[in-house]
């Protein structure tokens, strides 16, 4: 039966796994995990090809191509937020998720 008060239930998310330089097994693990559970695994572990002349695709195709860019971008912004800025540095100039 449904309360009549408003109380707040919210799931507490778990840490974040950060990369400082030890048990990079453990944090892989856990990474692909995170990555799995977004459905941006596959970026990381395959990338993804960028057509050459992206004015000649068909408007579908474009969207699929934006779509695929905001993905990826959000599986390397997974990427940097899961290394210690004593690491960072190994990935800045990353551009996809697969170059991280």
């Not at 990555?35 to 408007?59: I, K, Q, R």
Request: aromatic share 12%.
């Amino acid at each position: 039966m449904a309360s009549g008060n408003n109380t707040n239930t919210s799931v507490q998310q778990p840490p974040f796994p950060v990369f400082h330089g030890e048990n990079y097994d453990f944090w892989c693990v856990k990474m692909k995990t995170l990555f799995l559970s977004y459905d941006l695994w596959e970026f990381v572990e395959d990338g993804f090809e960028e057509p050459e002349d992206a004015e000649t695709l068909s408007n579908a195709r474009k969207q699929q191509l934006k779509e695929t860019k905001k993905k990826d971008a959000k599986a390397l912004h997974l990427i940097q937020q899961g290394v210690a800025d004593l690491i960072f540095p190994r990935i800045i100039n990353a551009t996809t998720s697969k170059e991280a």
